[in-house]
């Protein structure tokens, strides 16, 4: 399976502000996409990042609060824009692999505390 | 409208005992079904999945037993370990229509295995 590394690992934000969290993948993949999972919560997929165009969101989320990136095969960023308290969840990043991208590889997620 | 119902929300276990997760899915048109670990401060690590042409697949203590008919299928851990504390996802996914790889999870079920 891939591996996936995320930074930050965690970070403490003021309200107002932004925070870019990248994604770096030891292989190349088709598939890259952004998770959230909110304190105690399940995951919710916030956007597929799309190598070389723009990344496809998920009913509830929009590019300008979750900029997303994908310059190539192995790299995302996802940012968290003009952060408030709500936005205080884990972020990861995931991948697809396996016939078809069925199987889907985690990192080990951003704790983001907006304060 | 939650498309993957998972139960119970916890689960306390003597060690060696049996665990048993259920979830319950509507969309007909899923047709992949991976449950994922997680550890507090990891992302989800993929445990074992199944697709719908079989009705069990076990891999070690970890079975996953589904129900086409009645959209239902569960996990068991046999002789449940302390080490096996964590919470549990499961999840479904659809390939239909050609559609990109989106997992949809259910809420989550904290294991608890006492010694």
């Known amino acids: 399976s891939a591996v996936i590394s995320q930074k930050p690992s965690r970070d403490i934000c003021q309200r107002g502000t932004s925070l870019t969290i990248q994604c770096q993948v030891d292989s190349q993949v088709t598939m890259m996409f952004w998770y959230r999972q909110q304190p105690g919560q399940s995951l919710t997929l916030i956007a597929t990042a799309n190598q070389g165009s723009e990344a496809t969101y998920e009913s509830g989320f929009v590019i300008d609060k979750f900029p997303i990136s994908r310059p190539n095969l192995t790299f995302s960023t996802l940012t968290v824009s003009n952060m408030s308290p709500e936005d205080s969840s884990i972020y990861l990043c995931?991948?697809?692999?396996?016939?078809?991208?069925?199987?889907?590889?985690f990192g080990q997620g951003t704790r983001l505390t907006v304060v | 409208q939650q498309q993957v119902k998972q139960s119970p929300q916890s689960l306390i276990v003597q060690k060696g005992g049996i665990s048993i997760i259920n979830c319950a899915y509507e969309n007909t048109a899923f047709d992949y079904f991976p449950w994922y670990q997680q550890f507090p401060g990891k992302g989800p690590a993929l445990l074992i999945a199944?697709?719908?042409?079989?009705s069990e697949k076990k891999e070690g203590r970890f079975t996953i037993s589904f129900n086409k008919s009645a959209k239902q299928f569960s996990l068991h851990i046999m002789d449940s370990q302390p080490g096996d504390s964590a919470t549990y996802f499961c999840?479904?996914?659809?390939?239909?229509?050609?559609?990109?790889?989106?997992?949809?999870f259910g809420k989550g079920t904290l294991l608890t295995v006492n010694p």
């Open positions: 999840a479904a996914s659809s390939h239909s229509g050609g559609s990109n790889y989106k997992l949809t």
């Open positions: 199944i697709r719908p042409d079989v």
């Open positions: 995931s991948v697809g692999q396996g016939a078809g991208n069925t199987e889907a590889f």
